[in-house]
Protein backbone atom coordinates (compact mmCIF):
# COMPACT_ATOMS: atom_id res chain seq x y z
CA UNK A 1 0.00 0.00 0.00
CA UNK A 2 2.74 2.36 0.66
CA UNK A 3 3.87 2.39 -3.39
CA UNK A 4 0.04 3.50 -3.64
CA UNK A 5 0.44 6.77 -1.33
CA UNK A 6 1.58 9.32 -3.96
CA UNK A 7 2.37 12.05 -0.92
CA UNK A 8 5.49 10.21 0.46
CA UNK A 9 9.09 11.21 0.24
CA UNK A 10 9.53 7.53 -0.13
CA UNK A 11 7.71 7.53 -3.39
CA UNK A 12 9.63 11.00 -4.07
CA UNK A 13 12.62 9.81 -4.39
CA UNK A 14 11.83 6.55 -6.10
CA UNK A 15 10.13 8.46 -8.78
CA UNK A 16 12.72 10.97 -8.99
CA UNK A 17 15.36 8.30 -9.20
CA UNK A 18 13.48 6.22 -11.92
CA UNK A 19 12.91 9.56 -14.05
CA UNK A 20 17.33 10.50 -13.86
CA UNK A 21 17.56 6.52 -14.90
CA UNK A 22 15.62 6.80 -18.00
CA UNK A 23 16.61 10.46 -19.05
CA UNK A 24 20.36 8.97 -18.56
CA UNK A 25 19.58 5.77 -20.30
CA UNK A 26 18.55 7.95 -23.17
CA UNK A 27 20.93 9.76 -23.41
CA UNK A 28 23.30 6.94 -23.35
CA UNK A 29 21.39 5.24 -25.76
CA UNK A 30 22.00 8.48 -28.07
CA UNK A 31 25.48 8.64 -28.02
CA UNK A 32 26.32 5.07 -28.46
CA UNK A 33 23.98 5.37 -31.41
CA UNK A 34 26.35 7.83 -32.91
CA UNK A 35 29.32 6.27 -32.21
CA UNK A 36 28.12 3.04 -33.55
CA UNK A 37 27.04 5.49 -36.65
CA UNK A 38 30.22 6.73 -36.79
CA UNK A 39 32.24 3.12 -36.53
CA UNK A 40 30.27 2.59 -40.22
CA UNK A 41 31.28 5.57 -41.50
CA UNK A 42 35.15 4.88 -40.87
CA UNK A 43 36.75 2.80 -43.87
CA UNK A 44 38.07 -0.66 -42.86
CA UNK A 45 38.37 -4.15 -44.34
CA UNK A 46 35.06 -6.29 -43.60
CA UNK A 47 37.13 -8.66 -41.33
CA UNK A 48 38.06 -5.93 -38.91
CA UNK A 49 35.04 -4.21 -38.99
CA UNK A 50 33.42 -7.36 -37.81
CA UNK A 51 35.87 -7.42 -34.41
CA UNK A 52 35.35 -3.72 -34.34
CA UNK A 53 31.72 -4.26 -34.38
CA UNK A 54 31.51 -7.57 -31.82
CA UNK A 55 33.99 -5.60 -29.45
CA UNK A 56 31.86 -2.34 -29.54
CA UNK A 57 28.41 -4.44 -28.84
CA UNK A 58 29.88 -6.13 -25.96
CA UNK A 59 31.05 -2.74 -24.67
CA UNK A 60 28.17 -1.41 -25.28
CA UNK A 61 25.96 -4.13 -23.31
CA UNK A 62 28.51 -4.30 -20.25
CA UNK A 63 27.54 -0.63 -19.89
CA UNK A 64 23.80 -0.56 -20.13
CA UNK A 65 23.96 -3.66 -17.85
CA UNK A 66 25.54 -1.63 -15.30
CA UNK A 67 23.94 1.30 -16.18
CA UNK A 68 20.76 -0.41 -14.79
CA UNK A 69 22.87 -1.63 -11.83
CA UNK A 70 22.11 -5.18 -12.04
CA UNK A 71 25.96 -6.43 -11.42
CA UNK A 72 26.15 -4.69 -8.40
CA UNK A 73 22.77 -6.07 -6.74
CA UNK A 74 21.15 -2.36 -6.94
CA UNK A 75 23.61 0.51 -7.66
CA UNK A 76 25.30 0.90 -10.65
CA UNK A 77 28.55 2.77 -11.63
CA UNK A 78 26.93 5.98 -13.50
CA UNK A 79 24.20 6.43 -10.71
CA UNK A 80 24.22 6.53 -7.26
CA UNK A 81 21.09 5.82 -4.45
CA UNK A 82 20.44 8.35 -2.43
Known amino acids: MDALCCGTAKLTVRCA ?6 IGLLIACLVIGLVWYCIGLIPM ?5 TI ?8 V ?3 LVSY ?12 SRC
Open 17 to 22: YMISLL
Open 61 to 63: VLV
Open 45 to 49: PQPIR
Open 68 to 79: IGLPSGGGSLFH
Open 52 to 59: VTIIFAII
